[in-house]
């Protein structure tokens, strides 16, 4: 059942009678990475807010692994294995670079009240191994000096490059990045394209909506072209950038 | 002597209060006004208990404890569906409820006469009278209150709170269920708050409305806040300089008419210069309200 990884149809969104998404349907492989484009305004960010739960859709239905997404609150869709970066780029930045990553984790026994009482040696052994397996993610994403600094301390491009290994934090299957690399110095992007790369090779799922068209050709096997809330062409980069209906969209 | 020994008692007092609504404030972020209603529920389940029932210290301790959180599920609830000042209007209400209940209910309560004779508590046969045993027990309790909230703060249960005080968003994002984690810190902050008020009940002895009311928690509110909201520390400190400062206004011989006005001015003053000059409190990190947007 390889195609039912993600399947969205049907999705319909209007913001005070602008249609964000219409009728917008698409269907997702596991272990692919996915670009989104389109003009500003295209509804990609409303995309990812209605897969995550963070706005409602007016009608359609998605469904994950074959689970039903549909009125799941957005706390419970991130634990069915969805994880999400954000176009304003949200961290916690009062607290360290290594705890930003170890509230990612999912389902901790220490995130309950009762386990950190009744169940302490529990609660702290996983704990540990959490640590653990934080300081080597942040190590292998050139963040190993970092850890304790707080997360407003970084560069702009770090914080881009933390909120990803946040994502890879969380265990999820798919990974919806919006923008990863936009603003950012050449030498992170090529950091934060090769970690992307990487993914599919862990079995992750990627979405990434990028306004960057090399680095969305570099990394990208699938390219979805959106305008107006719809999906007006979908396939290889190559033969996106090559359709007319997109040439006509972007000359609008 | 014994005079020294009642400052102390009461910055115990003062510092178990000041320390639980440091979870709902300094850590998550709620600004709440309702803290004192907390303090009066546990002193008065106290009161009720012990004089109706002639229950005993410990079980009073539970109980009241356990009432109060009550009372946070009830508060935390709201919580979860108004935020900012709207969410600080809903608990200025229920402190407002809960001391026209204390103040009306005469059955229960003895209304603004309060309730008088409260019996000292005795402890597996350990009588407590003494001024130098009330402050073992006070500070006993404070101190568990601390090593409770160390731990919480400490655990990744702590992490969410302070995720879900700068990012709701985030929190989310992240498979947190924030609107559970609200409503437990209520309940844990509500029975910690009830703890004080038995202490309270028990050694003064006598419960009345007046000393549960919206000024209270403001004033509970200034010790976090000139303390240090978000530090473990921060209650501690700011419950002994708050406690300590209007005493000391005392020997500078003021009669006590004006003492007690100067009292407010004093409180009042600091608030606002610690919020314009040193949002983060004598000791903490975290710049209450000021900072919560992107650096």
Redesign the interface.
């Known amino acids: 059942m390889k195609n039912s990884f993600l399947e969205i149809s049907g999705l319909n969104k209007s913001f005070d009678g602008v249609k964000a998404l219409a009728d917008f349907s698409c269907s997702l492989e596991q272990g692919k990475i996915i670009g989104l484009i389109g003009p500003n305004g295209a509804g990609k960010t409303t995309l990812f807010n209605v897969i995550?739960g963070?706005i409602p859709a007016e009608s359609g239905r998605i469904s994950f692994q074959g689970i039903e997404l549909h009125k799941k609150?957005?706390?419970?869709i991130?634990?069915l294995g969805i994880?999400?970066t954000?176009q304003d780029l949200?961290?916690?930045?009062?607290?360290s670079v290594l705890?930003n990553v170890?509230?990612?984790f999912?389902?901790?026994p220490?995130?309950?009240?009762s386990n950190?009482?009744f169940k302490?040696k529990v609660?702290s052994k996983h704990?540990t191994n959490n640590k653990k397996s934080a300081v080597s993610m942040l190590e292998e994403a050139g963040l190993g000096d970092k850890l304790n600094d707080s997360a407003?301390e970084l560069s702009y491009g770090q914080q881009k490059l933390l909120s990803i290994v946040?994502c890879l934090a969380?265990g999820a299957d798919l990974l919806l990045l919006d923008e990863p690399v936009a603003g950012i110095a050449p030498a992170m992007i090529e950091k934060i394209l090769s970690i992307i790369s990487d993914l599919p090779k862990q079995g992750k799922t990627v979405i990434i909506i990028e306004h960057n068209m090399d680095a969305v050709t570099q990394v990208c096997n699938r390219v979805i072209f959106m305008d107006a809330g719809a999906k007006i062409s979908e396939g290889t980069p190559d033969e996106v950038r090559k359709d007319p209906k997109v040439i006509e969209a972007y000359l609008d | 002597m014994e005079y020294l020994l009642h400052v102390l008692i009461m910055i115990c007092i003062y510092a178990i209060l000041a320390q639980s609504l440091n979870l709902v404030i300094g850590y998550t972020g709620l600004l709440s006004i309702a803290h004192a209603a907390f303090y009066g529920i546990g002193a008065y389940s106290a009161a009720i208990m012990s004089l109706k029932l002639e229950t005993p210290f410990l079980l009073n301790l539970v109980c009241a404890g356990g009432i109060s959180s009550l009372a946070g599920a009830l508060i935390g609830f709201p919580s979860l569906r108004v935020k900012g000042d709207y969410f600080v209007i809903v608990t200025f209400g229920f402190q407002v409820i809960v001391f026209g209940i204390l103040n009306n209910w005469f059955f229960f309560t003895g209304g603004p006469m309060g309730l008088p004779g409260i019996p000292q508590p005795v402890i597996f046969g350990w009588h407590i009278s003494s001024h130098i045993e009330f402050l073992t027990l006070a500070g006993v309790l404070a101190s568990v209150v601390f090593l409770i909230s160390h731990r919480i703060i400490k655990s990744p249960f702590g992490r969410i709170l302070q995720a879900i005080r700068e990012d709701e968003v985030f929190a989310l994002a992240a498979g947190k269920n924030i609107a559970a984690y609200k409503v437990s810190v209520f309940m844990v902050s509500s029975a910690m708050a009830a703890i004080a008020g038995v202490i309270y009940a028990h050694y003064i002895s006598f419960v009345d409305p007046t000393s549960f009311t919206v000024m209270e928690s403001i004033f509970i509110i200034s010790i976090v806040i000139i303390g240090g909201a978000g530090s473990l520390w921060g209650p501690v400190i700011g419950a002994i300089v708050l406690v300590t400062l209007p005493e000391l206004l005392r020997f500078i011989g003021l009669p006590s008419s004006i003492a007690a006005n100067i009292r407010q001015i004093l409180y009042g003053g600091l608030l606002v210069a610690f919020m314009m000059w040193r949002p983060q409190g004598l000791v903490g990190k975290f710049r209450f309200r000021l900072e919560n947007a992107k650096k």
């Not at chain 1, 949200?90 to 607290?95: A, E, G, K, V």
């Not at chain 1, 220490?110 to 009240?113: C, I, Q």
């Open positions: 995550t963070f609150p957005a706390y419970k991130a634990n994880a999400r954000f949200r961290l916690i930045y009062q607290i705890e170890l509230l990612s999912r389902n901790q220490g995130e309950k009240l950190i009482f302490p609660s704990e407003s946040c969380s």
